[in-house]
């Protein structure tokens, strides 16, 4: 059962939801609109499941920096969320992908216990300017079923991280080099 945005910010009010930074007009029927981070991560050279990923970071200036297509990026939301209570959907939306920016296809679901600045998978189909803190895409919280089962209990890799996370699949990858 998805939340709607009365129920979203009486779970925030509650205690039941971290959203941080917090902004009520960002509530939509269904949604909070989350905003793009101030970090970019472009991804370098060819990717390899089994090694790390090389890259290049920047800082995006307030004037906005331009996506090229055929690269791969990582960024972050400006929004630090989570719940031990609810699981999460992070998706772009309408009108990021009117702009032809593909934002987070592969990994939408936050897991319940997994309060994090989402790490983002962000391509371009054209030259397209992006800025800080813009509006990025929509996040759902959804009502779990059965046993709570915290992200944090399960030693999983990703759970600590606060900032841009590229792939680790090397961990587990036989022959994989850390």
Not at 100 to 122: C, F, M, N
Request: hydrophobic share 35%; charged share 20%.
């Amino acid at each position: 059962m998805i939340l709607t945005g009365p129920a979203i910010a009486a779970a925030r009010d509650a205690g039941h939801i971290t959203i941080d930074p917090y902004d009520p007009a960002r509530l939509s029927p269904n949604a909070y609109d989350w905003r793009l981070g101030s970090t970019l991560r472009v991804c370098q050279g060819d990717l390899d499941a089994a090694a790390p990923t090389a890259f290049r970071e920047l800082t995006l200036p307030d004037d906005g920096y331009v996506l090229e297509p055929g690269h791969l990026y990582l960024g972050h939301t400006l929004e630090r969320t989570g719940s031990e209570t609810y699981a999460q959907l992070l998706n772009g939306d309408r009108t990021t992908g009117c702009l032809g920016i593909w934002v987070h296809v592969s990994a939408p679901l936050g897991h319940q216990g997994h309060a994090i600045r989402w790490t983002l998978e962000i391509r371009a189909t054209r030259p397209v300017r992006v800025r800080p803190g813009m509006t990025f895409g929509k996040l759902v919280f959804l009502r779990t079923h059965g046993t709570p089962a915290s992200y944090q209990q399960h030693g999983l890799k990703y759970r600590t991280r606060e900032g841009i996370e590229a792939s680790r699949l090397y961990e587990e990858n036989p022959g994989g080099r850390r």
